[in-house]
């Protein structure tokens, strides 16, 4: 049996993977279907009925994608990066450096069981293992603080609290050279106090992940650490009030969630 935490890494892949499964998918990651596994199917289908945010996932992966790709960055950290494949299926130099940075032994035999499906890192990989409510001074040996950086932090700030969440926006600027970038999800306080949403948050508590963190407004939360952001919700996006974010197809929209999706840049 897995950890609770590693299962919601799980559970990203095998949302990825079925989006990726559509024809006209929002987001395609040819890499998740390895992580699809008989209990990473059962949790998803244990929580399905209690209606999980999962709108969210192919949103944001879109989002982290293309603003990678458009950067013009030479180093990129994924916090919380549980089944994140990019750099194995982005068209990344050899010299990129990619951290993935995540709890001790949630990417422990990702690298090996990707690499039995046939996918091998297109730049280099570093693996860190870190709790971020006390990360080290620096992301890893190696490291350059003072280059233009890539943050992707994508279904963590859920759960961590907002003076967690504010302490990890000061570890990244204090690491991020001019030109970075940052892009993450993090709920909007509605989600907590919408009616709807109570049986899922009660079940999530339940199975040791409860979700903690939100934000009113995150141009604002970024603004004093020297990021000009620019944030749309789900629901925005979903109903066309969001022009750096392709439309989204019906099955993404049908339920509208309460989700900022953010960029950044400083
Ligand atoms: C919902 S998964 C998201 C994984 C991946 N970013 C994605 O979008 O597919 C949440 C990830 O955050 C990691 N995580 C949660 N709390 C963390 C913490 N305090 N420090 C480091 N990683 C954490 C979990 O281990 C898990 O891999």
Redesign the pocket.
Known sequence: MTTP?RR??DW?AVVRAEESAQPDAYHADPCAEVFVTEEARQVVAAFKPFHPPSEVVPVRARLGDKTLLSSGVRQAV?L?????CRPYRLPLEPSFAYYE???PG?LSGKAEALAQAGYHPRCRVVCVE????SPPPSVAPGFDASMATHWIV???FY??TSAEAESVIGWITRQSGPGSWLTFDIPHPRFFTDPDHQPFLREMAAHGVPFAGAVEDPVAWLAPHGWTAEAATHRDIAEGRCPWLAPLPPRLRGRKQDIWLTRAHR
């Open positions: 935490v919601t890494s990203m994924s919380g990066a549980g089944s994140d940075v995540d709890l949630q870190t709790d971020l409510r994508e279904g963590v759960y961590l």
